[in-house]
């Protein structure tokens, strides 16, 4: 490996603190070279580690290093692993530093930034690119559409080596070719739980399913949803807008597909198609309502109808003149009053006190799709255990929590000043919570990279169990079993792609 010495540890000038040595980080240590790397590797598994020595050799050509992640705690969380194990001064540039300072700061060894504040510098001509011999890409999956990660690798890819991390590249072939070509990746190191190399050092998960059923009542609300969502489906279907009016062929992507088709047609001066505009946002909204109550609860659901009442869309207007949904609007407040709530909430409960009473001084990290059902979740448990939230920062409601009070909430986690912690997506892209020992999913989801990240929040350091929540005969067990099916999808697509075959065509990496 160059210039370091391996023994039990990774021994090199710079490093100053103690880094494993691992036989498949060696490997692909070794094939990175010159070459622009794509790592894809399990959560938990070293990322960071190997970027780290990559960083040294590039250090060592005399050339700085530049590394990215999607958020400021992600950020710091990167720079403290780099601080204790190398000895090289290093910098944050975020949002938060001016831009006249940034400038100074862009002459260090070592920079961790937020993309964006690296896409801005690059346009305001802040740096020079040219003074990097490594651009690093952390949760590279990102790299897709117009994130900044797309533009950024375009600045560098004469100049320096490109790295991209992630623990989950996509569900599909495309997806991945697409990342790929974006980073302009030549060379792709695939390790997953089952490789020989890194069996040793995959703790076992336990995946348990705890199941529910929808009561009467809630079964009751969901007739009247769907007879109001096949209400607004048949007329789209005798509009010409879709072909099926079933609900069991219409799915939400769909609905949302025909939606910004009509809307890129009306902003092209086709004004004949807003009644179909209207019909299609309402179908979205009951859509999501019936998502909330068959997955979510009463106090998600409400919140949501609640808001959406107070909206002056033709869309609203139209679904609360609708006599089923008005009926449905009416059981779900008086399900409220009686404070009849979801049995998943009071299975959730059930789950939770056995954990603690397995051990007491387990950490246990829920997953929910909904910040509103973060706050519900966290108003049922916190009279029984010590509980707290990890939400984004809620830019459009200003309802969220700062970055700084993000860190704040991780750093008590970690510190056993609370043994719960209730996390919308924000805690599923790679920070390290902590030897987490139990993660519970108040729902499946059906993106294959969210449910890998939310899997590899667990069995970091030991064993952890996964246990996934799901009602019965509604869409959590359809989304289950989509997010199960991309992932083999994924695992199938990354041979192909390793192989240098794409879509039949004999595309090796690097050819686009």
């Known amino acids: 490996m160059g210039g370091f010495s391996i023994n039990m540890f990774v021994e090199h000038p710079l490093i100053k603190g103690k880094i494993e040595s691992r036989l498949y980080q060696e490997e692909i240590l070794g094939s990175v070279k010159d070459r622009n790397t794509l790592v894809v590797l399990p959560t938990g598994l070293g990322k960071t580690p190997l970027a780290l020595l990559v960083a040294i050799r590039t250090l060592e050509k ?30 944050i540039l975020t949002g938060k530093v001016p831009p006249a300072k940034r400038k100074d700061l862009w002459d260090s060894q070592i920079v961790f930034a937020t993309p964006q504040v690296v896409e801005n510098d690059l346009l305001g001509r802040r740096f020079d690119p040219a003074e990097f011999g490594l651009v690093v890409f952390d949760e590279a999956h990102r790299a897709v559409g117009d994130y900044a990660y797309v533009f950024i690798a375009k600045q ?19 997806t991945i070719q697409g990342i790929c070509s974006n980073l302009f990746i030549k060379n792709l190191q695939v390790r997953m739980e089952d490789d020989k190399s890194v069996r040793p050092y995959v703790h076992e998960t336990n995946m348990v399913w705890a199941k529910v059923d929808l009561p009467q009542e809630f ?15 048949r007329a789209l279907r005798d509009g010409g807008y879709l072909a099926s009016a079933d609900l069991k062929k219409v799915r939400k992507r769909d609905l949302l597909s025909l939606q ?51 909206q002056q869309s033709k869309a609203s207007r139209m679904l609360f003149a609708a006599h089923d949904f008005k009926d449905a609007v009416a059981r779900v407040d008086d399900l409220y009053k009686r404070k009849i709530e979801h049995p998943k909430v009071v299975r959730l409960r059930e789950l939770v006190r056995g954990e603690l009473l397995r051990d007491p001084k387990a950490l246990i990290l829920i997953f929910t799709q909904y910040r509103d059902s973060v706050n519900m979740i966290v108003r049922e448990l916190e009279d029984e255990f010590m509980v707290e939230k ?108 390793k192989k240098g075959i794409s879509l039949g065509k004999q595309k090796k990496l690097g050819e686009y």
């Not at 609300?221 to 109001?228: A, D, K, P, Q, V």
């Not at 902003?267 to 009644?275: E, V």
């Not at 099916?485 to 697509?493: I, T």
């Open 390 to 497: 990890l939400v984004g920062q809620g830019e459009r409601t200003g309802k969220g929590m700062t970055q700084k009070k993000q860190v704040e909430v991780l750093e008590n986690f970690k510190k056993r000043k609370f043994n719960i912690l209730v996390a919308t997506s924000v805690g599923e892209e790679g920070l390290d919570i902590g030897n987490m020992d139990t993660v519970i999913f108040f729902e499946p989801v059906t993106s294959a990279i969210r449910n890998i990240q939310r899997r590899g929040r667990t069995a970091r350091r030991r064993a952890g169990k996964v246990i996934v929540m799901m009602t019965r005969g509604t869409r959590d067990e359809g989304y289950y079993w989509a997010s199960r099916h991309k992932e083999k999808n994924m695992r199938r697509a990354l041979a192909r792609i």
């Open 219 to 233: 079964l009751t609300i969901r007739r009247l949803l769907e007879g109001c969502l096949r209400g607004y489906l």
């Open 156 to 174: 560098f890819k004469e100049t320096a080596l490109l790295l991209g991390l992630t623990a989950s590249p996509g569900a599909d072939e495309e």
């Open 62 to 91: 005399g050339k700085s290093v530049l590394f990215m992640a999607p958020t400021k705690p992600l950020v710091e969380q990167h720079k403290g692993y780099f601080d204790i194990n190398l000895g090289v001064e290093s910098v």
């Open 260 to 310: 910004g088709k009509i809307r890129g047609k009306i902003s092209k001066g086709d004004t004949g198609l807003f009644r179909g505009a209207s019909i299609v946002a309402s179908a979205i909204k009951v859509d999501h309502a019936l998502e909330l109550l068959e997955a979510q609860g009463v106090n998600s659901l409400r919140e949501y109808l609640s808001r959406l009442k107070t």
